[in-house]
């Protein structure tokens, strides 16, 4: 577990609340700031600073609170990106109004996050290849402060950012795609998470996912017994352009009859957001809608909901990419609103958040072509560092009267986003929302990294800093010839 934090670590910088710039999971290539992210940077800031100087209150008071949050969504809202309504009506009040905006942004629905990930600091892992430790110096939660930055991603800032520092109930953890014994994070430490937090809790808080390689053969689809039997996994994860298959041919529907057999049938696919140097064929959602009607006892959920960041969102357009390539295929499939397949929001929503037009573009055909019920909450964390912004920011979403009137977009109520933020993630799983949920309180944690680091082993340091921009990125690539795993 990671150190005590020190009184002579530098401070970190005072940031927006809500980055206009996100950067990359690590999973594609990162837009480069432009003139809009500039902008805001600088509207920002002087509205920050007018705020602070009447208030008569420090900058990181100002951030730290409610009213901070408030702001950076303020200004996203009138930087022209929620032109004809919808998106970030967030009331002007607020921005001065700590309590108001709290009342304003705040909520109290059950939360389930679907894709949350953290990394074994002290695994075998980092004594291979080391692109794996650049690619995280390289994403936002890198910048938590620590000397060693893969620190920053270890099991006690997982479990502080998603549980202590976030309103999250309950969470799905994955691995990354990248074989046995040299993944980042393996099945067995999933699986001693996921015993820490519960036992923090005193309440189940944490599920996680079996990784699975189908394209390796038999010996690995018998391995998933044991993943079920050892580790207790809650749903498979999948990475098709990893191997270069398909949901629907052979080595896909060996999987599905294995998942079936195991009677674990949440199916948890990473569809869009092509990984570098992959095939983006098989990134593409047209596997999904043959295999979900092929498939029907088995639920597939598709991570990403085959979002592509070089994909402009609008509404629905059955010739178009990105999210309607997933549309596409389950129309054409017969799968609608009551089908099995469910659209994650992971990285996806964390995109969109700074574009409120797009965000209800796509939330609202997701919507009106599958139904609130197949829709899932997804963050990505901690790669993006603390789930919260993510929260606050879909929290305060609207669907404007102009795009439902003109597109038949749903309405973005309060009760479709409950189903959204947890109720629909918790059928599949199993989980009784109404289950009383311990609090993990931050002196808990404290006390557990103690204990912990008493029987821990000295760090690593980490001198490779990744990628933070498209031209960095790629050539980190060719460099290294390829991409992690």
Same mark, same amino acid.
């Given at each position: 577990?990671?150190?005590?934090?020190?009184?002579?670590?530098?401070?970190?910088?005072?940031?927006?609340?809500?980055?206009?710039?996100?950067?990359?999971?690590?999973?594609?290539?990162?837009?480069?700031?432009?003139?809009?992210?500039?902008?805001?940077?600088?509207?920002?800031?002087?509205?920050?600073?007018?705020? #602070?100087?009447?208030?008569?209150?420090?900058?990181?008071?100002?951030?730290?609170?409610?009213?901070?949050?408030?702001?950076?969504?303020?200004?996203?809202?009138?930087?022209?990106?929620?032109?004809?309504?919808?998106?970030?009506?967030? *009331?002007?009040?607020?921005?001065?109004?700590?309590?108001?905006?709290?009342?304003? %942004?705040?909520?109290?629905? /059950?939360?389930?996050?679907?894709?949350?990930?953290?990394?074994?600091?002290?695994?075998?892992?980092?004594?291979?290849?080391?692109?794996?430790?650049?690619?995280?110096?390289?994403?936002?939660?890198?910048?938590?402060?620590?000397?060693?930055?893969?620190?920053?991603?270890?099991?006690?800032?997982?479990?502080?950012?998603?549980?202590?520092?976030?309103?999250?109930?309950?969470?799905?953890?994955?691995?990354?795609?990248?074989?046995?014994?040299? @993944?980042? %994070?393996?099945?067995?430490?999933?699986?001693?998470?996921?015993?820490?937090? @519960?036992?923090?809790?005193?309440?189940?808080?944490?599920?996680?996912?079996?990784?699975?390689?189908?394209?390796?053969?038999?010996?690995?689809?018998?391995?998933?017994?044991?993943?079920?039997?050892?580790?207790? =996994?809650?749903?498979?994860?999948?990475?098709?352009?990893?191997? *270069?298959?398909?949901?629907?041919?052979?080595?896909?529907?060996?999987?599905?009859?294995?998942?079936?057999?195991?009677?674990?049938? @949440?199916?948890?696919?990473?569809?869009? %957001?092509?990984?570098? +140097?992959?095939?983006?064929? /098989? #990134?593409?959602?047209?596997?999904?809608?043959?295999?979900?009607?092929?498939?029907?006892?088995?639920?597939?959920?598709?991570?990403?909901?085959?979002?592509?960041?070089?994909?402009?969102?609008?509404?629905? *357009?059955?010739?178009?990419?990105?999210?309607?390539?997933?549309?596409? #295929?389950?129309?054409?499939?017969?799968?609608?609103?009551?089908?099995? =397949?469910?659209?994650?929001?992971?990285?996806?929503?964390?995109? %969109?958040?700074?574009?409120?037009?797009?965000?209800?573009?796509?939330?609202?055909?997701?919507?009106?072509?599958? +139904?609130?019920?197949?829709?899932?909450?997804?963050?990505?964390?901690?790669?993006?560092?603390?789930?919260?912004?993510?929260?606050?920011?879909?929290?305060?979403?609207?669907?404007?009267?102009?795009?439902?009137?003109?597109?038949? !977009?749903?309405?973005?109520?309060?009760?479709?986003?409950?189903?959204?933020?947890?109720?629909?993630?918790?059928?599949? !799983?199993?989980?009784?929302?109404?289950?009383?949920?311990?609090?993990?309180?931050?002196?808990?944690?404290?006390?557990?990294?103690?204990?912990?680091?008493?029987?821990?082993?000295?760090?690593?340091?980490?001198?490779?800093?990744?990628?933070?921009?498209?031209?960095?990125?790629?050539?980190?690539?060719?460099?290294? +010839?390829?991409?992690?795993?």
């Amino acid at each position: 577990m990671t150190r005590m934090w020190r009184k002579s670590q530098p401070e970190l910088p005072l940031e927006s609340p809500i980055s206009f710039h996100c950067g990359s999971n690590g999973e594609f290539v990162p837009r480069d700031p432009g003139a809009r992210e500039q902008r805001a940077e600088t509207m920002f800031r002087a509205l920050v600073d007018e705020r #602070t100087r009447k208030l008569g209150i420090s900058r990181r008071a100002f951030l730290d609170s409610m009213a901070g949050t408030a702001t950076a969504l303020f200004v996203i809202q009138q930087l022209g990106c929620g032109r004809g309504g919808g998106g970030y009506p967030v *009331d002007a009040a607020s921005t001065w109004d700590a309590a108001q905006a709290c009342t304003e %942004l705040g909520g109290d629905q /059950f939360i389930f996050d679907v894709q949350t990930h953290h990394v074994d600091a002290d695994g075998a892992w980092r004594t291979g290849d080391q692109r794996w430790q650049q690619f995280l110096a390289s994403v936002p939660q890198g910048g938590c402060g620590e000397a060693d930055v893969v620190d920053c991603f270890d099991r006690s800032h997982y479990i502080r950012e998603v549980f202590v520092n976030s309103d999250t109930h309950v969470a799905a953890l994955s691995a990354v795609p990248s074989q046995p014994g040299t @993944n980042p %994070l393996e099945t067995a430490e999933q699986a001693a998470t996921m015993k820490v937090v @519960n036992d923090l809790a005193g309440s189940q808080r944490l599920v996680i996912h079996g990784l699975v390689h189908p394209e390796r053969g038999q010996a690995e689809l018998e391995a998933m017994q044991k993943q079920k039997e050892d580790h207790r =996994v809650a749903a498979w994860k999948l990475y098709t352009l990893w191997g *270069d298959w398909r949901l629907d041919d052979a080595i896909g529907r060996a999987f599905l009859d294995r998942a079936r057999a195991l009677e674990i049938k @949440n199916v948890c696919v990473h569809k869009g %957001l092509p990984l570098a +140097g992959t095939n983006p064929v /098989f #990134t593409a959602p047209a596997d999904v809608g043959p295999a979900a009607a092929a498939y029907p006892d088995l639920r597939f959920l598709i991570y990403h909901s085959a979002y592509d960041l070089g994909v402009q969102e609008g509404p629905y *357009d059955p010739d178009g990419k990105g999210v309607d390539r997933l549309i596409r #295929t389950c129309l054409d499939h017969g799968i609608g609103p009551g089908g099995n =397949v469910w659209a994650e929001l992971g990285a996806t929503w964390r995109l %969109l958040m700074l574009d409120p037009v797009q965000a209800q573009h796509v939330l609202g055909k997701l919507l009106k072509h599958l +139904g609130p019920e197949r829709i899932l909450w997804g963050t990505d964390s901690i790669w993006f560092g603390s789930p919260q912004a993510q929260i606050t920011a879909f929290r305060a979403l609207t669907i404007s009267e102009e795009l439902q009137a003109k597109h038949g !977009y749903p309405a973005l109520t309060a009760e479709v986003k409950a189903r959204i933020l947890g109720l629909n993630a918790a059928a599949l !799983y199993g989980i009784e929302p109404a289950a009383r949920r311990c609090v993990i309180e931050a002196d808990d944690l404290a006390a557990h990294k103690r204990r912990s680091d008493a029987e821990g082993v000295p760090r690593r340091s980490l001198s490779a800093y990744g990628p933070r921009t498209r031209r960095q990125f790629f050539s980190f690539l060719r460099e290294r +010839g390829g991409t992690p795993g």
